[in-house]
């Protein structure tokens, strides 16, 4: 059971959901999935009926969470979780939108994912080149190599599908190069992996900057499997809220997909 998951925050956010909605290419991913989770954190009734008037998603179920702690959220929806028998979890935020996946044929797509059942993790935010990240220096397939635009770090696919390119990277290959393990940008990965993830370190740690440093600090020491593709398929478009350092650029991306 492919089960995705959005949380959304306070009552700030509209655009978001504007946005959200006029992304057609990551509409039709959700549509995919067997049950799509949209939690709303401190929102009010007008938010909530707000995007349940604009949500054009099937398969939604909605949780409701005010005045508890980022990682309690977290905590009750592993419980969901496991209550419905998740296999195969998808990530999002609230400001997730659609990347470079024109391309892509989300029915391959899922159907890769579905093919793994354990000890898998596909980030959507990285391709090969690590444009959305620092270039990284070390990397398990060799030197960097600046003259090819496309893949500057001369990576070598492991697995060809027809539409996308699979990397098998892991955690501690971001951490060997002053990178986080593990972030907050979107992924798929197989239940297993949650409670790693979303131990009980995690789940205590209180706010949602909080829990982020937990993975950040947590995958230090730990490693686990973090395939990348040669397509960011999906990102985080920082325009609201307080990590807006890329504001303007993000907001250009999509005015450039026609989202904004």
Sequence with gaps: ??????????????????????DKKLIELYNLCDLN???????????????????????????????????????????KLHEIGCTHFLFTQDDTFSGDNDLIDWNEFV???????????LSLQYNQALENAHILKIWPHGNPNPEKDKNPLNLKPDEVLKTFNVFHLDSPVFVANTWAGIDDTPYVCTADLLEILYDDSYLESGSVWECEMNLKEKFQEISIPRFITD?????????????MFKKEIDKSLLIDKNLY
């Design 1 to 22: 059971m492919l089960v995705s998951f959005r949380q959304t925050y306070g009552n700030e956010r509209s655009k978001l959901y504007e946005i959200l909605f006029n």
């Design 37 to 79: 989770i949209v939690s709303f954190h401190n929102c009010s009734d007008e938010t909530i009926e707000n995007y349940k008037g604009l949500n054009s998603v099937k398969n939604t179920e909605y949780l409701v969470f005010n005045d508890i702690e980022y990682g309690e959220c977290i905590r009750r929806l592993k419980i």
């Design 111 to 121: 159907n890769y994912i579905k093919i793994h059942s354990s000890n898998f993790m």
């Design 231 to 243: 397509k960011i398929i999906a990102r985080n478009y920082n325009f609201i809220g307080r990590t």
